[in-house]
């Protein structure tokens, strides 16, 4: 079964800086999804990348997806204090599911 | 933007009750709603899948007859936890998609904090 493991688990950084996350999966990706998730809340989708060697941006978030589409990175520029939250990547599971990594808690000190 | 509601937002409940949860699509018809369960610093685990009109696909582990799911219109999925305990105390979220869209267009709710006591 597709699993998705992300680093780091935890992240603390100050304001204005930049930070990635990263996500890797044990099989090939057909689809891989970043969601942001404010704590005791639901989930927002922020991007979808499909292609190997994809890049999208919104805003100052990049995510990228790797030539060998078993890696993602999510990359905050110039971080600010709504940036903070869970960053979780889901992928396509099979049978309309979607599996998710354990997430990230993304901390930004002022 | 297509929105989901859940309710209630948090619960309390005793030992040996049972609770229902409820999953709205508020602006789209949801064909298929999915329910999940995080721990504290965990991700999500998908529980079962509903289809509208049909009977919900559990994950394997899930107990069918503990967790009752219902998805008797395309707008409306419940969730009852029945003879709650203390280890079903969790963050449970449920998703819904509309007809023709990618599995990535799932709409979450904003999840229900259960405390079972």
């Known amino acids: 079964s597709q699993e998705l493991e992300q680093s780091p688990q935890s992240l603390i950084v100050q304001e204005g800086k930049n930070l990635t996350i990263n996500c890797t999966s044990s099989?090939?990706?057909?689809?891989l999804y970043w969601y942001k998730q404010k704590y005791g809340e639901g989930l927002i989708f922020l991007m979808m990348?499909?292609?190997?060697?994809e890049e999208k941006s919104h805003e100052k978030i990049t995510a990228k997806l790797d030539e060998k589409k078993q890696q993602s990175s999510l990359h905050i520029t110039a971080s600010q204090p709504s940036h903070a939250g869970i960053y979780l990547c889901g992928a396509d599971g099979g049978a309309q599911k979607l599996v998710f990594g354990q997430g990230t808690r993304l901390t930004i000190n002022p | 933007g297509a929105v989901v509601s859940q309710h209630p937002s948090w619960v309390i409940c005793k030992s040996g009750t049972s609770v229902k949860i409820e999953c709205r699509s508020l602006?789209?018809?949801?064909?298929?709603m999915f329910w999940y369960r995080q721990f504290p610093k965990q991700s999500l685990m998908l529980m079962a899948t509903s289809n509208e009109g049909s009977k919900a696909t559990y994950e394997q582990g899930v107990e069918k007859d503990k967790f009752l799911i219902n998805h008797a219109s395309l707008t409306l999925s419940t969730l009852t936890v029945t003879s709650a305990h203390p280890e079903d105390s969790s963050f449970y979220i449920c998703?819904?998609?509309?007809?023709?869209?990618?599995?990535?267009?799932?709409?979450f709710g904003p999840g229900t904090r259960l405390t079972v006591t």
């Open positions: 099989k090939t990706l057909y689809g």
């Open positions: 998703s819904a998609r509309g007809p023709f869209q990618g599995n990535y267009e799932q709409y």
């Open positions: 990348l499909q292609k190997g060697g």
């Open positions: 602006d789209f018809q949801a064909t298929t």
